[in-house]
């Protein structure tokens, strides 16, 4: 089942998407809460919808507005370009191979299909970034890999849009990503029961294509079967040591060719060239839909001096 979050009238409500068409489910409806219902409960909620709406009468606003954001690395191909932006002879760090990795985003800063991004201030190596987003639908601690999937409730996309030259400098100061990835998160266009990916198993990966456009042009893609670790092994490894709450989302990183950072550093230049104001990004995972937002002017960073020299007499004491 595919589940947005919609406005209409100028009220926010929640539907069930149906091909060109969105069935409004009844005023106080939680998209949350009919993700993590089963699968005959939820069809048997569908049933009571007050009427259908064309798709496109309707604004989509962002499927999810997660309580956490955690954003995972899993597809090597990605780290493999990426890491070449510093050196064309850099290979993917061993310590990568060892565990998934992830940091946590801004989970205020979320938006949807159809969204404007802004070009974030300062900013003159603006990216996207092709990604799949878990949702949890059920509290864990400690999971371990066959519970794992009974507390995933759905799927949506995710463009986790990046500022690279901020990042840059960010990384070397050993605290991790912070402007580079403060400002727009995208989750949409709607989300998608996780049961919908029962047919496309592999094992434990999900092999669904995912391709990344920029003004109608082909960027690259991936399958979701390139995952190194898969969605329940993130779930695994988030939840070490701590409890995982309905409503958070766990990202599986940027599939291979889904970002410009990636043939940035395998072309040895900034080809194709840096987001910039008018861009259209459209990104596509089977299974689940489009996503398109387009790229605004931003604003002017406000200044910030250099740190304040160290008075010598007290660093002495």
């Not at 539907?15 to 069935?23: I, S, T």
């Not at 507005?65 to 993917?92: I, M, Q, Y």
């Not at 799949?132 to 759905?154: F, N």
């Not at 898969?230 to 990202?251: H, I, N, T, W």
Request: proline share 7%.
């Amino acid at each position: 089942m595919k589940i947005a979050n919609v406005e209409v009238g100028g009220a926010q409500r929640v539907g069930v998407v149906d091909g060109e068409e969105v069935r409004l489910l009844p005023p106080g409806t939680e998209l949350l809460q009919l993700l993590t219902l089963d699968a005959a409960e939820r069809e048997r909620r569908a049933e009571a919808a007050e009427g259908s709406i064309a798709l496109a009468e309707v604004h989509l606003l962002p499927a999810i507005r997660p309580n956490t954001l955690r954003d995972f690395v899993c597809f090597e191909a990605h780290v493999e370009g990426v890491v070449k932006t510093e050196s064309p002879d850099k290979e993917v760090m061993p310590d990568w191979f060892d565990a998934p990795t992830f940091y946590f985003s801004n989970s205020a800063a979320i938006f949807g299909d159809g969204d404007e991004i802004e070009v974030p201030p300062g900013s003159e190596r603006f990216d996207f970034e092709l990604e799949v987003g878990l949702i949890v639908g059920r509290a864990g601690r400690d999971l371990r890999p066959e519970q794992a999937r009974d507390h995933i409730a759905g799927y949506t996309i995710y463009n986790d849009f990046s500022a690279r030259d901020h990042g840059a400098r960010e990384v070397r100061m050993g605290l991790g990503w912070a402007k580079a990835k403060d400002f727009a998160n995208v989750l949409g266009p709607w989300v998608v029961s996780a049961d919908e990916f029962d047919e496309h198993r592999v094992g434990d990966r999900i092999d669904v294509g995912c391709t990344a456009y920029l003004n109608g042009e082909r960027v690259g893609g991936d399958s979701l079967a390139s995952m190194a670790w898969s969605f329940e092994e993130m779930l695994v490894y988030a939840s070490r040591g701590v409890e995982l709450q309905p409503g958070d989302v766990l990202g599986s990183g940027t599939c291979g060719g889904g970002c410009l950072a990636e043939w940035w550093g395998r072309n040895g230049a900034l080809q194709p060239p840096p987001l910039k104001p008018g861009d259209e990004v459209r990104l596509e995972v089977d299974g689940i839909g489009t996503l398109v937002n387009r790229v605004v002017p931003g604003v002017e960073p406000v200044p910030v001096p250099r740190a304040r020299p160290r008075n010598q007499s007290q660093g002495e004491q």
